[in-house]
């Protein structure tokens, strides 16, 4: 079964920091392209970051540049968002999302599947 | 950056209606249009892909259409299980994807 699950989540003072993790199985993950999307309370999901199969490429949303990183590693089939200088507007449920990639002749088309869990991110004092 | 603009915003409707969701991309997006759907305390499900094709296991009374800026989900005959929010996402400008706000479907 294709599975990814975040852990890392919890409650941290503003100007914190905090690591999230997403473990996958069921797939080569090796092989995708990984994203964060994070959803505020009661509102819509906002994409994060992106890291390409290989990490020789990485996104960020403006609103996190500078002060998020992601990373992975391969050979533990997981993704990591290190978050620092947190503020109370990132606090969310963060998603990690596997990209998948498919040519449809001509074209080739993406999207998010499938998606953990989420785990909660609460930044307050 | 490419906006997308859902409407409604919500929706109230009854099991066995015909609902639609339009969805509205700032600039043209060919037929890079996904819809997801979740429900609460969920992560969202993905439902439709490149604008109309259906993600195997998702029930045939959900559809999708459009190309260009306009597109919509349609949900054929609406079940319990079917009341949720419903999110459009462009994916013309990989990796920086954008969702819409949000389509809110509850029970009339």
């Known amino acids: 079964e294709v599975q990814l699950v975040e852990s890392g989540g919890g409650l941290v003072k503003p100007g914190g920091s905090l690591r999230l993790s997403c473990a996958a199985s069921?797939?080569?993950?090796?092989?995708?392209?990984m994203n964060w999307v994070r959803q505020a309370p009661g509102k819509g999901l906002e994409w994060v970051s992106s890291?390409?199969?290989?990490?020789?490429?990485?996104y960020y949303a403006d609103s996190v540049k500078g002060r998020f990183t992601i990373s992975r590693d391969n050979a533990k089939n997981s993704l990591y968002l290190q978050m620092n200088s947190l503020r109370a507007e990132d606090t969310a449920v963060y998603y990690c999302?596997?990209?998948?990639?498919?040519?449809?002749?001509?074209?080739?088309?993406?999207?998010?599947?499938?998606w953990g869990q989420g785990t909660l991110v609460t930044v307050s004092s | 950056d490419i906006q997308m603009t859902q409407s409604p915003s919500s929706l109230s409707a009854s099991v066995g209606d015909r609902v639609t969701i339009t969805c509205r991309a700032s600039?043209?997006?060919?037929?890079?249009l996904n819809w997801y759907q979740q429900k609460p305390g969920k992560a969202p499900k993905l439902l439709i892909y490149?604008?109309?094709s259906l993600q195997s296991g998702v029930p045939s009374r959900f559809s999708g259409s459009g190309s260009g800026t306009d597109f919509t989900l349609t949900i054929s005959s609406l079940q319990p299980e079917d009341f949720a929010t419903y999110y459009c996402?462009?994916?013309?400008?990989?990796?920086?994807?954008?969702f819409g706000q949000g389509t809110k479907l509850e029970i009339k």
């Open positions: 490149a604008a109309s």
């Open positions: 600039q043209s997006i060919s037929s890079y």
């Open positions: 069921g797939f080569t993950f090796s092989s995708y392209s």
């Open positions: 996402q462009q994916s013309y400008s990989p990796p920086m994807y954008t």
């Open positions: 890291i390409s199969s290989s990490s020789s490429y990485i």
């Open positions: 999302a596997r990209d998948l990639e498919v040519k449809i002749v001509p074209n080739s088309y993406n999207w998010f599947d499938p």
